[in-house]
């Protein structure tokens, strides 16, 4: 099977301006996450959807940042507008249900840098 | 809160073991594994739920003790391609939200 697809696989933006990235899960899952991983730490969850709801969505900044999963399928994560400290690789996972017993699958993620 | 693993780094010669704990604060009815190489995604390893079992496939098993909320992986007869940065993700059950730990960075050499 396919695995979880992201893009771009790198981008480079000045502090202020508008980013988004793009995921697609693997077929039939149902649950898709957006995580941020810091330089040397664990990935930290932002949002995770059920289908095309929005389940958990306490740890996303909601002035800058934004999400959406028309469809229930693939998603975008955008930050606007961007800071210095949004620089982190961002990565996107999707699983068949919740996470007790359902692997997360991950894609190769984004690697953000603000300059 | 964050699992906190440990040790935060390991250097192993090719052939020998290691094992890796995960600590969390809170009642845990799941751990989850994995393991990241440097410049790419986290690759699942293996669950373990809330009943203190024990899986393992090929030389790589994990245990999880409930009682203590606390979570270890062992690797035997590491090989080169174990290196890599380990992750135990934690889950209390009430909002199924995986939580990562700090990481355990294993490196493995001839």
């Known amino acids: 099977e396919a695995g979880v697809v992201q893009s771009p696989r790198y981008k480079i933006i000045e502090k202020k301006q508008p980013v988004a990235f793009w995921c697609n899960p693997i077929?039939?899952?149902?649950?898709l996450y957006w995580y941020r991983q810091n330089l040397g730490q664990g990935p930290e969850l932002l949002i995770r959807?059920?289908?095309?709801?929005?389940?958990?969505d306490s740890q996303l900044p909601k002035d800058r940042f934004s999400a959406e999963r028309l469809k229930g399928v693939d998603s975008t994560l955008k930050i606007q507008p961007a800071e210095l400290g949004d620089s982190a690789v961002y990565l996107c996972?999707?699983?068949?249900?919740?996470?007790?017993?359902?692997?997360?699958?991950f894609g190769n993620g984004t690697r953000l840098t603000v300059t | 809160q964050q699992p906190v693993q440990s040790p935060q780094a390991v250097i192993l010669r090719e052939g020998e073991d290691a094992v890796i704990n995960c600590s969390s604060s809170?009642?845990?009815?799941?751990v989850h594994w994995y393991r990241q190489k440097h410049g790419e995604a986290p690759v699942f390893l293996m669950i373990?739920?809330?009943?203190?079992e024990q899986k393992g496939h090929d030389k790589i098993s994990a245990s999880f003790n409930e009682k203590k909320q606390q979570s270890s992986l062992y690797l035997t007869a590491s090989q080169l391609s174990y290196s890599g940065t380990y992750f135990c993700?934690?889950?209390?059950?009430?909002?199924?939200?995986?939580?990562f730990g700090t990481g355990t960075r294993l490196q493995v050499t001839l």
């Open positions: 996972a999707s699983s068949y249900y919740g996470t007790a017993n359902s692997p997360l699958h």
């Open positions: 077929s039939g899952h149902n649950t």
């Open positions: 959807y059920e289908n095309e709801e929005a389940v958990d």
């Open positions: 809170k009642a845990l009815y799941s």
């Open positions: 373990l739920l809330k009943g203190g």
């Open positions: 993700g934690t889950d209390t059950g009430t909002a199924s939200k995986l939580t």
